[in-house]
C-alpha cells in the first residue's frame, strides 16, 4: 500500500485540574460541552471531516468515561476497514514502562503505532478545544512549502499574549522565533496547539528529545525550541475563526454561552461540516405550559416546566415548576427542583438541585465551598450530588464531595453516576 | 429476555391509507412523536424483548424505509448472521401481480425456512406501543397455543379494518371478525401474533397454493380449525394509526404527560436512526408551551401544543398551534398555521395562513413551497 499523507494523534490524557470537580472522575476532553457534545468531539469531527480516517487518542488520566465514549470510533465514521480510531493508554514494554511524561514523550512512546501505517506526516492535537477546522488545507499548505513541520497559529489580543505559546514569523509565514508563554511578546500569533510533522523529521527530533536529560519531553516547550534551533523548515499556518481553549472553569462557561450567540464561524447548523457525538436515546424534549425560555439550548430527552433563560441544557435535564435557570450549563440529566433558583453555574451529571435551593444567588457569601478555581461568580457542582432543600451557595464556589467537611448543609449525599 | 424467535415486521398495510403521506413512504416509515418513524416503536420491542433477527417486509415504497433502517445499527440489528433482514417482494415471483400480503410473503419464506429460530413474532406497525413480548411470549408457549394475538380493548373504534377477536372465558378465541359494528369491551386485534415457525411457514404455503393473495386470520381460522388461538391483553398505551385524522389525534395524545412517559420513560429506550443535530436553539422572544420539539430546531416564535421534528425552523411572529411540523420545515416570519400537518422539507413564506380543523387537519405534503 502507498504511505498515507497524514494520520492524527490526539492528546486527550491531560487531567485538566484547573476544571476542579469537573474532571474529578474523567480527562478534560471527556467533559460535556455545547448541549449534546463532549469536549473531544469537535477534534474528532474535525478529523472526520478533513478526511483523515486513521485517528490515536493518546489517554492516560481517568480514562474509562472517554474509552468507553470513544469506542470504535463510530459516531465519528472512523470504524474503516484500515485505520480508525485507536485509544492509545501508557503500556508495559519489554523493558520498562512508562506513563505518559510529556506531550511529545506521548508520542515517542507511540511511534511504533504510527509506523505501522507509514504516514508521510503527522498530525499532532489537542483534545480540549472548541473550533471547527479543515485540517486538509492545513496539510496542503505544509506540503506545499516543503515543511518540516507546520503549526497552526492564531492572533490573540496583545494583552493575553503571556498565557500562549508566540510565534514570530517572516513575510512568508516562516517561524523565525518561538517563546513559551513570553513576559514581552513580539508577535501576537499565538500557538493553536495544531502541529503537523513531517514524520521522519519528527521521529528523529524525538529520539534526541528522548535523550535529552533536561528536556520536559513537551512539544512547546523542547522539541520545536529544538528544531527551530537545528534550522528546520518550521511554517506557521494561519487560522482565523473561533477557537477556544476550555482549560478553565471560566472559559468553559464562556464557550457555553459562545454557543448561545450562534457565531458564525462555530456553526453548529452546518451540515456540510457536522459536529458528531455519540447520540442519547432519548425522545424529543418537551416544553410545558407555563414554562419560559429565552435564548437557550436544549437537547433530547429534557423536560422543562420553569423559566429557563441564557443557558444551556443537556439532554434529560428537568427543570419543574417554579425553578429559575439563568446563564448557567446543566449537564446531562441534571434536575432543577419547584422552586430552585440557579445562576451562573456549571452543574455536573445527574446532580440535583432540590426544592428552594439557590446556586451562585450572590457574588458575595461565605461558604466552605468557596474555591479559587472559580471566578466571576462562577459556580460549579460535581456530578451526582444532591444539593439539600432551601441550601445557598454563593458564587465562585466548587461544591463537590468532600470528607473533610463536617455536618455538611449543602450537601445532602452523592450517588454513583455512570 | 432469551427469547427463541425471531420477528417479522409488515411494513405495508394496503387497507390503510394516509393519503399525501403515505403517497411515497410505507406506512411503517411515516414519521412519528418528533424524531421517529412508526416502525421504530415495534422494532425497539422486539429489540428490547432479546430478538436479534427481524425481517421487515415491504412492498413497493420501501425506499425512505431502507434509508431510515440502514444496516440496522441504531437498532442493533447489524450483526454477523443475524440482524436486519429487508425484504421487497421477489420481483419474479408470479405472485406478485395479485398484490396481497402474500405477495409479500413469499419473499419472506426463504428467510423463514433458513432460520433456526423456533417461533416468529408477527407485527404490523401502525399500533403505537412501548413494551417487551416477554409475558406474551411465556404464556403462549405456556397455555399451549397455536396461536397468540395481542389485543386491548381501547375502543369503541369505527377503522373498517378493525379486527375484533370473540373469546371465551380462557381468552381462546372462537371467532375473529373484521370492522363489525363496534362496541364497548370488545377485544381489539393489535396485529400481533406469535406463532412457531414451522406453523408460519405451513400456513403461508398453504394459501399460496391456493392463490390466495392475504394473510388473514379470520381466513386461516375458518379453514384450520383445528388451531388452537389465544387472545393476550396488553394493559399499556397503545397508540392506533389507521387514518390521518387518528395519526393527528395520536401526536396530540404524545403531549399527555402519561402517554409521554409510558412511551418513551419506561426504562426501554425507543430507538431510532441518528441524525446528529446541533441542540435546538430557543432564541429571544420565543414563546413555547406543551409542545414536544426535537433537535437542530431555531425557534423565534409561538408554538402551542405541537409537535416539531429535528431541524425546523419557526420564525418570529408566527404562531403555530396545534401542528404537526415535520423534519427540515422551514417556517418563515408572520406565518400563522393551526391543526396543520406539514411534512417534511416545506417552505412557508413569509405571512401564510392555514387553519384546518382538529378532525380534518390540513396535509401539506413533502417539499412543498408554500
Redesign the interface.
Known amino acids: 500500500m502507498a504511505r498515507r499523507d497524514v494520520i492524527a494523534m490526539i492528546l486527550a490524557g491531560g487531567q485538566g485540574s484547573r476544571l476542579g470537580a469537573l474532571t474529578k472522575h474523567l480527562a478534560k476532553p471527556a467533559v460535556p460541552f ?3 457534545y463532549r469536549i473531544i468531539d469537535f477534534t474528532l469531527s474535525n478529523c472526520s471531516n478533513s478526511g483523515i480516517g486513521t485517528v490515536g487518542v493518546l489517554t492516560q488520566y481517568q480514562p474509562l468515561v472517554l474509552n468507553t465514549y470513544i469506542g470504535n470510533g ?2 465519528w465514521d472512523l470504524d474503516r476497514n484500515d485505520g480508525g480510531a485507536f485509544i492509545l493508554p501508557p503500556y508495559q514494554k519489554s523493558s520498562r514502562s512508562d506513563w505518559y511524561k510529556g506531550t511529545a514523550n506521548a508520542i515517542h512512546q507511540n511511534a511504533e503505532f504510527i509506523d505501522s501505517y507509514e504516514p508521510k506526516n503527522l498530525l499532532v492535537l489537542s483534545g480540549d478545544h472548541i473550533y471547527k477546522m479543515d485540517y486538509a488545507k492545513m496539510l496542503r499548505a505544509h506540503m506545499d512549502k516543503n515543511a518540516d513541520a507546520t503549526i497552526a497559529v492564531i492572533e490573540v489580543p496583545w494583552e493575553e499574549t503571556s498565557r500562549f505559546g508566540i510565534m514570530e514569523a517572516d513575510a512568508d509565514g516562516r517561524i523565525v522565533e518561538f517563546a513559551e508563554k513570553p513576559a514581552k511578546a513580539k508577535s501576537n500569533l499565538a500557538s493553536m496547539g495544531i502541529y503537523i510533522f513531517s514524520w521522519d523529521v519528527l521521529k528523529a527530533a524525538l529520539v534526541a528529545d528522548e535523550a535529552d536529560e533536561k528536556s520536559t519531553n513537551d512539544f512547546g516547550k523542547d522539541v520545536i525550541p529544538r528544531l527551530l534551533s537545528e534550522g528546520a523548515n518550521l511554517q506557521s499556518y494561519r487560522f482565523s475563526g473561533y477557537w477556544k481553549d476550555v482549560g478553565t472553569v471560566e472559559s468553559l462557561w464562556q464557550a457555553n454561552m459562545d ?2 450567540d ?1 457565531p458564525d464561524d462555530l456553526n ?2 452546518d451540515r456540510s461540516w ?4 455519540r ?1 442519547p ?20 430527552g429534557c423536560i422543562v416546566e420553569g423559566d429557563v433563560d441564557h443557558s ?2 443537556f439532554h434529560s435535564v428537568v427543570v419543574e415548576a417554579g425553578a429559575i435557570v439563568k446563564d448557567s450549563v446543566l449537564m446531562p440529566g441534571v434536575v432543577i427542583e419547584a422552586g430552585a433558583y440557579v445562576k451562573k453555574a456549571i452543574i455536573g451529571s445527574n446532580a440535583v438541585i432540590s426544592r428552594g435551593a439557590r446556586i451562585g444567588y450572590s457574588s458575595v457569601g461565605s461558604s466552605p465551598y468557596l474555591s479559587r478555581i472559580c471566578s466571576d461568580d462562577i459556580t460549579v457542582v460535581e456530578r451526582g450530588v444532591r444539593i439539600r432543600e432551601g441550601a445557598e451557595v454563593p458564587g465562585n464556589c466548587m461544591v463537590e464531595y468532600r470528607d473533610d467537611i463536617v455536618g455538611d448543609n449543602v450537601i445532602e449525599r452523592r450517588t454513583q453516576v455512570r | 429476555m432469551f427469547i427463541d424467535a425471531m420477528g417479522l415486521i409488515l411494513a405495508e398495510n394496503r387497507k390503510l391509507s394516509l393519503g399525501e403521506l403515505t403517497q411515497k413512504r410505507a406506512l411503517a416509515a411515516l414519521p412519528f412523536a418528533g424524531r421517529y418513524r412508526l416502525i421504530d416503536f415495534m422494532l425497539s420491542n422486539l429489540v428490547n424483548s432479546g430478538i436479534s433477527s427481524v425481517g421487515v417486509v415491504t412492498f413497493n415504497k420501501y425506499r425512505s424505509l431502507m434509508d431510515h433502517l440502514g444496516s440496522g445499527k441504531a437498532w442493533d440489528l447489524s450483526r454477523k448472521d443475524k440482524g436486519l433482514f429487508i425484504l421487497p417482494p421477489n420481483v419474479l415471483s408470479d405472485s406478485l401481480s395479485s398484490g396481497g400480503d402474500i405477495g409479500d410473503m413469499t419473499a419472506v419464506l426463504d428467510l423463514l425456512r433458513t432460520s433456526h429460530w423456533t417461533h416468529v413474532i408477527l407485527s404490523g406497525a401502525n399500533n403505537v406501543f412501548t413494551t417487551t413480548f416477554d409475558d406474551f411470549y411465556k404464556k403462549h408457549v405456556e397455555a399451549g397455543a397455536d396461536i397468540s394475538i395481542l389485543f386491548n380493548q381501547d375502543g369503541p373504534e369505527t377503522a373498517r379494518t378493525t379486527t375484533v377477536l370473540k373469546t371465551d372465558k380462557g381468552n381462546w378465541v372462537k371467532e375473529i371478525l373484521i370492522g363489525p359494528e363496534s362496541r364497548a369491551g370488545a377485544k381489539y386485534s393489535l396485529g400481533v401474533i406469535v406463532l412457531r415457525r414451522q406453523l408460519l411457514i405451513e400456513l403461508l404455503s398453504d394459501s399460496i397454493a391456493r392463490g390466495e393473495n392475504e394473510f388473514s386470520m379470520d381466513q386461516i381460522m375458518r379453514r384450520h380449525t383445528h388451531l388452537r388461538i389465544l387472545a393476550y391483553p396488553f394493559e399499556g398505551v397503545c397508540l392506533k394509526i389507521h387514518s390521518v385524522e387518528s395519526y393527528f389525534s395520536a401526536t396530540m395524545k404524545v403531549l399527555d404527560k402519561s402517554v409521554r412517559k409510558s412511551l418513551f420513560w419506561s426504562d426501554l429506550p425507543v430507538y431510532t436512526k441518528v441524525k446528529d443535530e446541533a441542540p435546538s436553539h430557543y432564541c429571544c422572544g420565543c414563546d413555547v408551551s406543551n409542545s414536544m420539539i426535537s433537535d437542530g430546531c431555531r425557534v423565534y416564535g409561538h408554538v402551542e401544543d405541537s409537535m416539531i421534528f429535528r431541524a425546523v425552523t419557526i420564525g418570529a411572529k408566527t404562531s403555530v398551534k396545534s401542528c404537526i411540523i415535520m423534519q427540515d420545515s422551514y417556517i418563515s416570519e408572520g406565518c400563522e398555521l393551526e391543526n396543520v400537518i406539514l411534512d417534511k422539507n416545506c417552505f412557508l413564506r413569509p405571512g401564510v395562513k392555514l387553519v384546518g380543523q382538529a378532525a380534518y387537519p390540513v396535509v401539506i405534503g413533502k417539499g412543498a413551497v408554500v
Open positions: 455545547g448541549g449534546r463510530q459516531p454557543i448561545l450562534c453548529l447548523y457536522r459536529i458528531y457525538s447520540n436515546v432519548k425522545p424529543a424534549h418537551y416544553i410545558a405550559k407555563g414554562a419560559t425560555l429565552q435564548n437557550s439550548c436544549l437537547t433530547d444551556v441544557l
